[in-house]
């Protein structure tokens, strides 16, 4: 008897897991279409895992009526949240893919440049991640000749205060694992364009991660074009103890005069801002708002910022790369 019940107990779980999942799939490989984006139409939104699956249901979110699926290099498409099935396809863009071009590496002697992070340890100097927000950092392309990029250095902010200052510094620092996705961007007019590759390039931070965190990019083979790159970073959300996207509800519902308001969940670690680079690099995006346009991050653009308002314009982000000699 007690074995039967462990067996309901088990079937009750998996079907309040299952309920509400929906996978988003190639409709030509088959596969899941790994991090999706979901819109909601309504300047929110969500994305789908590594494995193309996403969770959506009338109790997390009661007022969406539509949703907005796109995914780089496919076919967007859109339908009425009451006829969401548990399997959706995307048709990819072959046009888009064949843009793509696939640069082979140089032989030849090279040497390896640094280009140097600006960090600190202030958090209130500090970006809180949301993942509506996407922030990228131009690099510009100064000669002819090739450069292989092949570490970028991020710096992030784990805690609100100096650890090891601390008066409970003995104490557990508060665990997390944030999964950020990388993009690369070409230079079209001084925005962000066209994307260098469709791969997936992810990685984790946690509470562990060292304050410039380095993460190889070597083996993308990602090469600065001649009007130099915009390499981007964004906030997909918490993940699990083996890596998985979960599916933790973004927004908090805030009550007000006004009625109900959706604030952005954040997420760390913090991202540092700094006043200390002298040109204007940082550009951000709201990605379910205005059609995900970008700007430079800079107060003519944006409002009522306490990071512009105290004078603090860009993202430090470094990167390592290897410059060929000419042949």
């Not at 109790?59 to 290099?73: E, T």
């Not at 696939?102 to 949301?130: I, M, Q, S």
Request: glycine residues 6%.
């Amino acid at each position: 008897m007690k074995f039967k019940h462990i067996i309901l107990c088990l079937s009750i779980v998996f079907t309040i897991n299952s309920f509400g999942q929906t996978t988003i799939i190639d409709s030509i490989s088959k596969k899941g279409v790994s991090f999706a984006t979901i819109s909601f139409g309504n300047g929110n939104g969500i994305f789908a895992d590594d494995d193309g699956q996403f969770f959506f249901t009338k109790k997390l979110y009661a007022d969406i009526d539509s949703l907005f699926i796109s995914a780089l290099g496919y076919k967007d498409i859109k339908l009425v949240s009451s006829s969401l099935k548990d399997t959706l396809f995307l048709a990819p863009q072959s046009d888009l893919l064949d843009e793509v071009i696939v640069t082979a590496r140089p032989t030849g002697k090279f040497k390896e440049v640094t280009l140097k992070p600006t960090d600190h340890n202030d958090y209130f100097k500090c970006w809180l991640p949301t993942i509506e927000s996407e922030i990228a950092v131009f690099f510009p392309n100064n000669d002819a000749k090739p450069k292989h990029l092949t570490k970028l250095l991020l710096p992030i902010k784990t805690e609100a205060k100096d650890w090891n200052k601390r008066g409970n510094k003995k104490k557990e620092k508060r665990p997390f694992s944030t999964l950020f996705r990388v993009q690369f961007y070409k230079n079209h007019k001084g925005l962000p364009g066209d994307v260098v590759t469709y791969e997936k390039i992810v990685f984790i931070a946690t509470q562990d991660t060292k304050p410039v965190f380095e993460f190889d990019v070597s083996g993308f083979d990602i090469f600065i074009p001649k009007d130099g790159i915009f390499v981007s970073i964004q906030v997909l959300g918490f993940t699990d103890k083996n890596g998985k996207l979960l599916p933790n509800k973004k927004y908090k519902e805030v009550k007000t005069r006004r009625g109900i308001i959706k604030v952005s969940t954040t997420f760390r670690p913090l991202l540092p801002f700094t006043d200390q680079i002298e040109d204007k690099t940082t550009y951000v995006k709201r990605i379910f708002q205005n059609n995900g346009q970008w700007v430079l991050f800079d107060k003519k653009n944006i409002k009522n910022s306490n990071l512009l308002n105290a004078g603090l314009n860009n993202y430090g982000m470094g990167l390592k790369m290897e410059v060929y000699k000419e042949q």
